[in-house]
């Protein structure tokens, strides 16, 4: 891809550290001009540096926020890559399982959790049994998809759980969500000046 002069402008103000101390407001128009030419797979990486960024909250944190900030319809696109990165075995081990999937029906009440499970998580807890003990989301199968009426059943603190707990059991989550703000970058943005400085600097060394 051909950028432009300001791309190549803005990315070298960010190759340095110095640049995150920038006023939030210009980290942000400086975020929309570089998004408009950066390729998916530089802004896949800058997204993914800035999400295990020891200058950043905690993934869970981060995905807790950006759940917040979303309309409903975003919010049930961002369950849907979470929930489906993670599988039917992964999510049945989150829930507490026992004894494969034919358990799943009782997920929704507060007896069918093990211990470590999201049965304290009420909303969480009974969507996601639902998906399991409904038998729509078999091995190897496409996982039905959670609605924007879903969604807005969530809090922003039950999907921070939801995403810690996807980082313990399948850490390619980040990859996974990294890859879906490339393509959807007016999402990432709702993060704030620091993250999107730290991206901007990653995308800058990529860029070489």
């Not at 026992?98 to 069918?112: E, I, K, S, T």
């Amino acid at each position: 891809m051909a950028f432009g002069s300001d791309f190549g402008r803005i990315l070298d103000q960010y190759s340095d550290a110095s640049a995150q101390q920038s006023p939030p407001q210009q980290v942000e128009q400086d975020f929309d001009e570089v998004t408009r030419q950066a390729d998916p797979e530089m802004l896949e990486h800058g997204f993914n540096q800035a999400f295990r960024s020891e200058q950043t909250p905690p993934f869970g944190n981060m995905m807790g926020q950006l759940f917040g900030q979303a309309d409903s319809g975003q919010r049930a696109g961002m369950l849907n890559q979470l929930i489906g990165a993670l599988g039917p075995a992964v999510l049945g081990s989150m829930l507490g399982g026992r004894g494969g999937m034919g358990n799943m029906g009782n997920m929704g009440n507060a007896g069918g959790m093990g211990a470590g499970g999201l049965g304290g998580l009420g909303g969480l807890g009974s969507l996601l049994g639902g998906l399991l003990g409904g038998g729509g989301m078999s091995q190897g199968g496409t996982p039905p998809q959670l609605t924007p009426q879903d969604a807005e059943k969530l809090s922003p603190e039950e999907v921070q759980e939801l995403a810690n707990r996807a980082e313990q059991e399948h850490p390619g989550i980040i990859d996974q969500m990294s890859r879906y703000y490339a393509q959807n970058p007016q999402l990432f943005k709702a993060l704030g000046g620091a993250a999107l400085a730290i991206a901007l600097g990653q995308i800058a060394q990529r860029r070489g």
